[in-house]
């Protein structure tokens, strides 16, 4: 277990953002004729707007953070700081955007935004011609639908004021440096909080097929945004990916590995459904069960959990429980997997662990694994069993990591 915790606190800890963000802005630094804004975005909004301020000072003449409840750490030189709904907007969502959007408006030519996004982005950012209630259930359809982050975000592009290279346009020409934490496989700045600084490239009839495939249901007035111009070049953006799953990855390998274990890193782009990850990954754990040497295969990615069931959970929770049958009776291996912002899905804890004994633990507290998935209620069961990675908002966002561990017997 000691590996566990070092692993994870390696990891997170090499994944905030903050040197990352002060190396961008020195790199890259600001030099406005007129006055210096800033707008932070997402889940690392708040450490993010900390490291910027750190290094541009009373340059700065105004900055609004956006963050998710619970992940601010305080007052922050020349800020407002808004904490608003995660993963569905609500109505601190829409007030927050709007004070944004009269600071952003203020600006000149001669100014100069320093826009800092990271995950959670896309319902902590909104302005939309829709209602509230309708934008919360079209976000609650999807994100239960199994569609994957890129096909939702292509969903709420077409539906928002701000997403979709539309908050660019918006404050053009002021120019723009984007600083972006990467919570999106391959790094793909269009789907990165739903793309607000980014061009768009997914079509009307992509859009289309999305709501087609997972039976959204839409009024006539969402159907028609749909159908709306979007930008397809924006020329006053400059954009700088500062973290990724990748980095996250490679700092659990060296933990991994100082304390003796061979390490595969077998892939950053896991985007299944998260019951399978977990299947594959306990497949993988008995294979390697026997081996003499100390290993530890790494895989990072974000899957999906579509909705089935009314209980509590996230989709690393689902993976541990998933992975938990095929790894019975192996004394000598553990599986974990954990969101790196802290929050996995809609609850307070950030992962699941389980062992050899965690299927017998469970069956004794009463949870039998395949109902607990189908009924999506992996919180409880994990912990009753002590089973929960508990890390609290840790201020990056750069997806999930799971890791095997197995020791020679």
Not at 115 to 130: A, P
Not at 195 to 216: F, Q, R, W
Not at 366 to 393: C, K, R
């Amino acid at each position: 277990m000691n590996t566990v915790r070092a692993i994870i606190s390696r990891a997170l800890g090499d994944a905030r953002p903050e040197a990352a963000v002060r190396k961008a802005l020195l790199i890259d630094p600001p030099h406005p004729a007129g006055h210096l804004y800033l707008l932070a975005i997402g889940k690392a909004a708040w450490s993010m707007t900390k490291a910027a301020q750190d290094v541009v000072g009373d340059r700065l003449k105004k900055g609004i953070v956006i963050t998710k409840y619970g992940h601010s750490e305080g007052e922050i030189p020349h800020c407002e700081i808004y904490e608003a709904g995660h993963p569905v907007p609500d109505e601190n969502t829409l007030t927050s955007t709007t004070s944004a959007l009269h600071m952003t408006d203020q600006m000149s030519a001669d100014d100069h935004l320093i826009f800092l996004i990271s995950g959670g982005g896309s319902s902590l950012f909104e302005n939309s011609d829709l209602s509230l209630a309708e934008l919360k259930s079209i976000n609650k359809q999807l994100l239960g639908s199994g569609a994957d982050i890129s096909e939702i975000n292509t969903i709420r592009k077409r539906l928002s004021n701000v997403k979709g290279g539309q908050f660019a346009l918006r404050c053009a020409p002021t120019h723009i440096t984007s600083i972006i934490l990467s919570d999106v496989l391959g790094d793909r700045l269009e789907s990165i909080a739903s793309g607000p600084a980014y061009p768009v490239s997914e079509t009307t009839g992509e859009a289309i097929n999305i709501v087609e495939k997972y039976h959204l249901k839409l009024s006539h007035q969402a159907r028609a945004l749909l159908y709306k111009d979007m930008p397809q070049i924006l020329d006053n953006v400059t954009s700088h990916i500062v973290g990724s799953v990748s980095g996250l990855m490679k700092s659990a390998a060296q933990v991994a590995e100082h304390h003796g274990f061979e390490t595969v890193l077998l892939t950053d782009t896991a985007d299944c459904e998260a019951r399978e990850l977990g299947r594959l990954l306990g497949a993988v754990a008995r294979t390697h069960a026997g081996s003499d040497k100390k290993k530890a295969f790494l895989i990072g990615g974000e899957t999906v959990v579509t909705l089935k069931g009314s209980g509590s959970g996230g989709r690393n929770q689902e993976i541990a429980l998933a992975a938990a049958p095929y790894i019975e009776g192996l004394d000598n291996v553990v599986i974990f997997s954990f969101s790196s912002d802290g929050t996995d899905g809609p609850t307070d804890a950030a992962g699941g662990l389980v062992d050899g004994e965690s299927l017998q633990q469970l069956r004794a507290k009463g949870f039998e694994p395949a109902d607990v998935l189908s009924e999506n209620n992996s919180y409880p069961a994990l912990q009753a069993i002590d089973g929960l990675i508990m890390t609290g908002p840790t201020g990056t966002n750069v997806n999930d990591l799971s890791v095997i561990l197995i020791v020679p017997r």
